[in-house]
């Protein structure tokens, strides 16, 4: 099914980001595709390569690395983690995929081929969001602040504060990398924020409004939220979807406000 969304009103707590003076440009988007997805899957992490999407899902018991065929949503590449672990953020990192964890400190580097643990990392404080431009990885916490670490080591080089006209922009959760920005879902909020890495700064606002009405998503359950971003650098192709989400949705993004 194909439609236009444009919306211009976002929640109250990005609103309150910034002032109409400094007009920071919103998006709206077109659904140009939809796509099966597990409605089982608590999406917290999701990368696209070479025609597949690699995903990783939470809750204890139930978190797991995962290989989807695009067209279908079918699983065909799976491990899961220990059932003290709750998987949070994945990166492609040269053949790697580096997975964190939420509160339990430490991350796995897995084999991108054979999903066979490699060796693990530590890392103070809460894990929620992953990506890599290859020359480092950034990690995401809950809070306003984005880690950069090493591609190699995976040691904390430095920290980059989001922000939005001044204000800390919180809840930064799954991360991609596209076209040089950032891209990160504001947990809780069915908006996206497009931040330059170099200064943390807000550039753009995606609202996501209606992309999926809520009693759509996992049984109208309130951990249903949007999560997962997915770039295919080569066909130019943007990909979405959420926590419990029945669908993942290939979409355009329109310019509807701001410079």
Known sequence: ??????????????????????????????????????????????????????????????????????????VLQKTDASKEYFGEGIALVHGEIDWLTWTTETGFVMDAKTFKEKRRFKYKGEGWGLTSDAKAVYMSDGSAFIRILDPKTLEEKKRIQVTADGKPISYLNELEMVEGELFANIWGQDVIARIDPASGKVVGWIDLTDLLPPARRGAASPDAVLNGIAYDAKGKRLFVTGKLWPKLFEIELIRIQGR
Do not use: C, W
Request: glycine content about 10%; cysteine-free.
């Open 1 to 74: 099914m194909f439609k236009t969304v444009i919306t211009s009103a976002l929640a109250g707590l990005l609103l309150a980001a910034h002032a109409a003076s400094a007009a920071i440009p919103v998006y709206g988007f077109f659904v140009k595709n939809a796509y099966p997805h597990d409605p089982q899957a608590f999406t917290q992490g999701l990368v696209y390569k070479d025609g597949f999407f690699y995903e990783s899902t939470g809750l204890n018991g139930r978190s797991s690395l995962r290989k989807v065929e695009l067209a279908t949503g079918k």
